[in-house]
């Protein structure tokens, strides 16, 4: 059994259909632990599942290695085969994304390398891009830059804006997710393979 921990920034829609699937007996991970870089709401979906979850607050900029430090000794007490990064919107430090690459993994609303970085969906917006899409991406120590594990586009429709087209995009992401999450689990993606 593949053991996950996920860290979000915000409403963790993309966790909750994580602990979704992998409640079931036979999806092969479990999510341990759910951290986030302030009191998100998506915590509340961690509380709804009887998983465990952690703070480390986001302290700015200037001390982001200190952060990082701190939210990497917390995952280390739980020590998980796999950390998901689910909108976690904060650039981990350098010894962070090493400690466990490549087992670290992060969803994206762009069909990347497209719209890297945290305005993924307005940037496609502003392109006026027919379509965007999402993507699921080891994390390596650039901004969305990493091997890309699964990905598929998503239309931008007439009369769309940022959150009709996120909203959209969502769904999509929560689908690859579960499906690399399964992938790895059962031995189908080997993510050591993915970076080489
Ligand atoms: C998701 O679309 C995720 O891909 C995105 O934040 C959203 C979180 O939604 N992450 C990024 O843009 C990271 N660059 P959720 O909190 O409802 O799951």
Redesign the pocket.
Known sequence: MLTVAVL????????RALLEAAAAADFPARVIVVGADREAD?LAHAEAFGIPSFVVPWPGAAEREAWGAELASQLEVWNPDLVV?????RLLPGAVVERWSPRMI????AYLPEFP??H?VRDAMVAGVAETG?SVIVVDDGV?TGPILAQERVAVLPGDDEHAL?ER??PV?RRLLIDVVRRIAVGDLDLAASVL
């Open positions: 979000i920034s915000g409403a963790g829609s993309n966790l998506g990064l689910s909108g976690l919107m992060n969803t994206h609303p970085g945290a993924a999402a969305d996120h995009i969502k992401e």
